[in-house]
């Protein structure tokens, strides 16, 4: 009976050290190893979702950046200004109508975007003044025309006979107008950087 105590005791410290030195460490480490395995799984699951939207953030980003390309063509940079003058004489050439003063006031910063703005004066016929306006609104890029001021001196209309039966006139009635011409462009440190993806 002894013996047999004895070996009931034996077999429970045998248990109980393999319990506590090996079972429990390796249990340990089994819940750990566990855990990190469903960290990494879960991981590679939002890197496999990540990598589903990646390619359609990257058609974003390409479909807005040429948005942005076309919008930002409106607002020139400001070197592009002395383009700018030569379109403005451009259409005043074409039209007909003459720019008698171009004087350009400070830069005008506002959150993103500079303005500069010219104070502009010229004449012409009524028509011509027309057309030069139409060839302001349809340049490149954005320009603004305000503070309008428009007068008409009073002129006399009359014909006098030249060669055979054919008239002349001898003053073409005219408009003399003021106006505040602004066009746009953005900061330096504001434009967009274009980023490899």
Known sequence: ????????????????????????????KLATMTQEYENMITDLKNVEMKSKTLEALKEEYVELLDK??????????????????????????????????????????????NVANFDIQMEGGYHEFGKFMSYVANFPFIANVSNMD????????????????????????????NFLLSTYYVKPDERL?????
């Open 1 to 28: 009976m002894q013996k047999i105590l004895m070996g009931v005791v034996a077999f429970f410290v045998v248990v109980y050290f393999w319990y506590t030195r090996l079972y429990s460490s390796y249990d340990n």
């Open 68 to 113: 942005y390309l076309e919008i930002e063509q409106l607002l020139p940079e400001v070197k592009q200004i002395p383009s700018f003058l030569v379109q403005l004489h451009t259409a005043s050439s074409l039209t007909g109508t003459k720019i008698t003063k171009i004087e350009p006031r400070p830069i005008a910063p506002e959150s993103f975007y």
């Open 150 to 177: 428009i007068k008409a001196p009073s002129v006399n209309v009359g014909t006098s006979e030249t060669e055979g039966d054919s008239f002349k006139e001898l003053n073409k009635p005219t408009i003399k107008a």
């Open 193 to 197: 950087q274009e980023i490899e993806i």
